[in-house]
């Protein structure tokens, strides 16, 4: 890895460290549609944050390759001898040269666009049944994520600290969830 001497003096210390961004977004929010035709209603919600960054500490942990710890996949291609052009620097136990020291390396863009809700039901009156009315419906909660944040889901919270923010232990998921459901008015 190559870090910049951003004051000019030939050595590489704290005093060259820059901001690499904010856990905060730039702006976010939610959104919604619902189509109805005939008896059918497909209604869906979206959520999205723009603008934040977030320190991903598994990809940290799993591409330094400075323990005897499980190593990503990516790391084969790390630089191994003269002439190599790789995107990942040598494996060397200790890293001795300092290549996983926080960095831009390790901070990415999280922004994200999120399907909440989507839920498709059936309503249905009396001339169709015996009982006054109702609906079935399916749904689905957390669907997709579209975000080029490589850790596992770009919104992560471990508390309200302002220190905490910004920062991917690998918190669990949100998980996927399918629901089916019916509704009986007598």
Known sequence: MI???QDGNNIINDDDRV???SAAPDFFGSFGTS???HQWLLSADFSYSVGNKAYNAVRRQTESMDRFYNQSTSVI???QKEGDHAS???AAY???SGNNFFSDRWVEDASYLKLRNVRLSYDFTRRQVRFASGSIWLGAENL???TKYL???PEFSYGYSESLRGFDYAKVSCPRVFKVGVNLNF
């Open 3 to 5: 870090f910049t001497d």
């Open 19 to 21: 901001c690499l961004g």
């Open 35 to 37: 189509l109805r035709w």
């Open 77 to 79: 291609s790390r630089w």
């Open 88 to 90: 990942m620097p040598r």
């Open 94 to 96: 200790g890293d001795p």
């Open 144 to 146: 997709f994520t579209l």
């Open 151 to 153: 850790g596992g889901d």
